[in-house]
């Protein structure tokens, strides 16, 4: 595998395009307008930031599921006057003892072709921590088949991975280095480069790992945990890079 830098000014850029404040989009069916659930087929663009949702109730809109061995997990949405965008986060304090079981959020019925994913992250929850990692799901298919970038924050380290009927092959496994502070970014940008993709990772605003990736699927997105820490998430926020879908509608002549 090689590193790349190919896409290091549209991070620097968009970087630059989110300091400007949280986007509003128009959600159906929801009480808050950023927390975006059945959106129309020609918003490219989400953000979750759990604020409008019943502190106690996991999120609307989400569907929770579990890979390998245990229990399902406890997602909730919870108050925090700390969030990045206060006052709620959203935790998965379920834990798992089993390496190879993850616990998954999917987005009910948002898919992308090719995405720029990112969610702010930080351990939750008073009991002591081993392994404790939580990030994001991008190109699932299915609760069995996707792709995943977790970021273990008691072992300062990232995995890069994908689900094959269920099957987990590890991409990558590297070493991050967190900034201070509690909250960390965690961000994957899934694009097209003529008849490549590529998968580029990045945390706390530093690219991790990038590699080229066979063509296969686009998919829904979500989140995910692993290990036996509770993972509070804010910001879940997901943008189209590159589609064949028109991104409004034909003028009318």
């Not at 190919?6 to 300091?19: F, I, K, N, Q, V």
């Not at 009910?108 to 990692?133: E, F, H, M």
């Not at 699927?217 to 989140?223: E, M, S, V």
């Amino acid at each position: 595998m090689k590193r790349h830098g190919l896409l290091t000014g549209l991070l620097l850029g968009w970087c630059l395009m989110s300091s400007a404040g949280p986007v509003s989009v128009q959600a159906q069916g929801g009480s808050n307008a950023n927390d975006a659930t059945h959106q129309p087929e020609l918003d490219r663009r989400h953000l979750w930031n759990f604020d409008g949702e019943a502190p106690g109730q996991p999120p609307a809109g989400f569907s929770a599921g579990t890979t390998g061995e245990g229990p399902s997990g406890q997602w909730s949405v919870e108050p925090d006057a700390q969030a990045p965008t206060a006052p709620h986060r959203l935790t998965q304090s379920q834990s798992s003892l089993h390496k190879e079981s993850l616990q998954i959020l999917l987005a009910d019925g948002v898919t992308y072709d090719y995405v720029d994913l990112s969610v702010r992250l930080r351990p939750a929850g008073d009991r002591p921590q081993t392994t404790g990692g939580g990030g994001v799901i991008f190109r699932a298919k299915d609760a069995r088949n996707f792709y995943a970038a977790i970021a273990d924050l008691a072992t300062n380290s990232l995995d890069l991975i994908r689900l094959v009927d269920g099957q987990v092959t590890v991409i990558t496994h590297e070493p991050i280095k967190l900034k201070a502070g509690p909250w960390h970014l965690l961000r994957v940008l899934h694009n097209t480069i003529l008849s490549k993709d590529l998968i580029e990772v990045a945390f706390d605003g530093k690219i991790i790992y990038s590699t080229w990736d066979k063509a296969q699927f686009g998919g829904q997105i979500g989140l995910v945990t692993r290990g036996d820490a509770a993972i509070g998430f804010d910001n879940f926020h997901a943008i189209q890079l590159y589609s064949q879908k028109p991104l409004s509608k034909p003028a009318a002549y």
